[in-house]
């Protein structure tokens, strides 16, 4: 089992930076990747960036390259998404889940946190 916390959300200007976490537990969680995803009123849940278990590999969506940066603290079994230069788009519920599958799709999660909302106005 892994539970997953994600914190950090909050409503900021545009063109502002945010981090978000996204604490672990659970004595498998090191075996994991952690992707983070967002989903705003009304649409599908959607890829954001995804890093591997060993944190050497890093896979972002097209929205998501060259703003944001997903890195991972092993040794306090965080991860981390670092956005910077934040648009009105970017506003969403944002959630962090753990797989040995698949990066990119959500139905290869089976483990989810509980979300954290990024408001971001113009």
């Known amino acids: 089992q892994v539970q997953l916390v994600e914190s950090g959300g909050r409503l900021v200007q545009a063109g502002v930076s945010l981090r978000l976490s996204c604490a672990a537990s659970g004595r498998t969680f090191s075996a994991y990747a952690v992707g983070w995803f967002r989903q705003a009123p009304e649409k599908e849940r959607e890829f954001v960036a995804a890093?591997?278990?060993?944190?050497?590999?890093?896979y972002y969506a097209d929205s998501a390259k060259g703003r944001f940066t997903i890195s991972r603290d092993k040794a306090k079994n965080t991860v981390y998404l670092q956005m910077n230069s934040l648009k009105p788009e970017d506003t969403a519920v944002y959630y962090c889940?753990?797989?040995?599958?698949?990066?990119?799709?959500?139905?290869?999660?089976?483990?989810w946190g509980q979300g954290t909302q990024v408001s971001v106005s113009s």
């Open positions: 890093i591997n278990w060993s944190g050497r590999e890093t």
């Open positions: 889940g753990a797989t040995l599958g698949t990066y990119s799709q959500v139905s290869a999660y089976p483990y």
